[in-house]
T-cell receptor, first 113, second 114 residues
Framework: DAKTTQPPSMDCAEGRAANLPCNHSTISGNEYVYWYRQIHSQGPQYIIHGLKNNETNEMASLIITEDRKSSTLILPHATLRDTAVYYC??????????????FGAGTQVVVTP | DAGVIQSPRHEVTEMGQEVTLRCKPISGHNSLFWYRQTMMRGLELLIYFNNNVPIDDSGMPEDRFSAKMPNASFSTLKIQPSEPRDSAVYFCASNHRGGGQPQHFGDGTRLSIL
């Protein structure tokens, strides 16, 4: 996988936007950026993914820089239930490595009242 | 819609016993993945299947581990004989291969080997 770098932790106030950065400077042109989160004791939950364009769904927005070397996951109105570890993953797109998600340490997000 | 279904949710057994974990992928998905999560190693991919065929098992720790996918709606991960170091949470995920489709995970099986 293209190596991703995320801050180990961040705090966010309830009701405010949470902006989670991720660096992936070695990303290739056909590799997607995926974001997952894992709430304690649960399975990883898919949030959003993108290739080149910014994306938005009911959970979050994904902003990818024009050079694709970094991205930001935005949780528009954080709630206490958004407290989780957030993973930014860029799996390799070649056929031999296809589908292999490599989970790093992620960012521990704590939403406080 | 039903998500990925794993069973059992919890398993406690003694060292040396055979353990079988089960997974039902999301209907219509043609790829299935088995992961293991421990405090020491985090989340790691063990094996994945495409169209019921094992594609990459390089993450399987040793010969005591085996996985099968006899049909599109069922997969098993077996450990025989089990050891205390196999204690972990095991997750199954599935997706439809192609177009960058994301993997969707089950709730996991928490395995404790005494």
């Amino acid at each position: 996988d293209a190596k991703t770098t995320q801050p180990p932790s961040m705090d966010c106030a309830e009701g405010r936007a949470a902006n989670l950065p991720c660096n992936h400077s070695t990303i290739s042109g056909n590799e997607y950026v995926y974001w997952y989160r894992q709430i304690h004791s649960q399975g990883p939950q898919y949030i959003i993914h993108g290739l080149k364009n910014n994306e938005t769904n009911e959970m979050a927005s994904l902003i990818i820089t024009e050079d694709r070397k970094s991205s930001t996951l935005i949780l528009p109105h954080a709630t206490l239930r958004d407290t989780a570890v957030y993973y930014c993953i860029v799996p390799e797109a070649d056929s031999d490595s296809w589908g292999k998600l490599q989970f790093g340490a992620g960012t521990q997000v704590v939403v406080t009242p | 819609d039903a998500g990925v279904i794993q069973s059992p949710r919890h398993e406690v057994t003694e060292m040396g016993q055979e353990v079988t974990l089960r997974c039902k992928p999301i209907s219509g998905h043609n790829s299935l993945f088995w992961y293991r999560q421990t405090m020491m190693r985090g989340l790691e991919l063990l094996i994945y299947f495409n169209n019921n065929v094992p594609i990459d098992d390089s993450g399987m720790p040793e010969d005591r581990f085996s996985a099968k996918m006899p049909n599109a709606s069922f997969s098993t991960l077996k450990i025989q004989p089990s050891e205390p170091r196999d204690s972990a949470v095991y997750f199954c995920a599935s997706n439809h291969r192609g177009g960058g489709q994301p993997q969707h995970f089950g709730d996991g099986t928490r395995l404790s080997i005494l």
